[in-house]
């Protein structure tokens, strides 16, 4: 049960984070955090490691998005479901937004997506963060049921 509760709070994290990027993306296209843009390349490089056929553009945003929303689904359910999920859906969201930041470059996915302005690295931390918050408030929620 315990694990059923951390898992769909780091769901709900996930899709609470998705919908903040795509949306605040389409409000504000010139400093809008573009982690699809990441996680597109990011793909398209596992996949031409690996020999594997690239997909068209459409598919491959849609393959974007379920793995965003697995990974850091599964990212978030480390919040957990005891009485501290909150503190740590914070700690989580705050060490994602600056890794998103931070690692994309070294990683060789390129800076702009999400370093590109000071608003767009402030946004990425603040995302990551409001989903890692969901997360925790979700956790707690169901611990109190």
């Known amino acids: 049960m315990k694990l059923l509760r951390s898992l769909t709070a780091g769901f709900a994290g996930a899709i609470a984070l998705t919908a903040l990027h795509e949306t605040v993306r389409r409000l504000r296209p010139e400093d809008a955090p573009r982690m699809d843009v990441l ?24 393959l974007t998005m379920a793995g965003d929303i697995l990974s850091n689904g599964l990212y978030y359910s480390l919040v ?3 009485k501290h999920s909150v503190r740590r859906g914070l700690l989580l969201g705050v060490a994602a937004g600056v890794g998103g930041v931070v690692l994309p470059g070294p990683l060789g996915l390129g800076e702009g997506p999400s370093n590109r302005t000071p608003q767009t690295q402030a946004m990425t931390v603040a995302w990551y963060t409001a989903g890692g918050l969901v997360a925790g408030a979700v956790a707690r929620a169901l611990r109190k049921r």
């Open 39 to 62: 996680g597109m390349r990011g793909l398209r490089k596992l996949l031409g490691k690996a020999h594997a056929p690239q997909p068209d553009d459409d598919t491959l945003f849609d």
């Open 80 to 82: 957990g479901s005891g």
